[in-house]
């Protein structure tokens, strides 16, 4: 399952994703993680989540950091990414949406949930990124 939470800066995006995180962790029965290239959510985020700071650019190099994580803890079961188009480097909406393809395929075989946050507006988005919303 991928889920998008998409529309533009002050829209309450990372509020909800916020929210979203400590449901999983009461909800959810393995690891959660959130990955955010910056450290703001420190004191947001309930310390029973893992919280990781990204700051490599280019999807190629977020699609080797997931699969590490992944690779790495088995338990996990809900990865939340805030701000995709920050953490890949990259504004290009067709480069994300085939970044989404890919997270709905290893979603699949892994059975690892994932939660993002694109700071764009939403009217901007495709066909193929909506059926993520």
């Known amino acids: 399952m991928v889920k998008v939470i998409m529309g ?3 829209e309450g995006k990372t509020k909800k994703l916020i929210d979203l995180v400590k449901n999983a962790i009461d909800e959810e029965h ?5 990955i955010e290239s910056k450290k703001e959510l420190t004191y947001d985020i309930p310390y029973k989540a893992r919280l990781v700071q990204y700051n490599e650019s280019g999807y190629d190099f977020l699609r080797g950091f997931v699969s590490g994580l992944q690779s790495g803890n088995y338990d996990i079961t809900h990865i939340f990414m805030d701000s995709l188009l920050k953490l890949a480097g990259d504004k290009d909406l067709a480069k994300a949406e085939s970044f989404l393809n890919w997270l709905e395929a290893f979603s699949e075989k892994e059975g690892v949930k994932f939660t ?5 507006d939403a009217a901007s988005a495709s066909e193929g990124m909506k059926r993520f919303f």
């Open 116 to 120: 993002l946050t694109i700071s764009a």
């Open 8 to 10: 533009l800066k002050g």
């Open 30 to 34: 393995g690891d959660v993680v959130v």
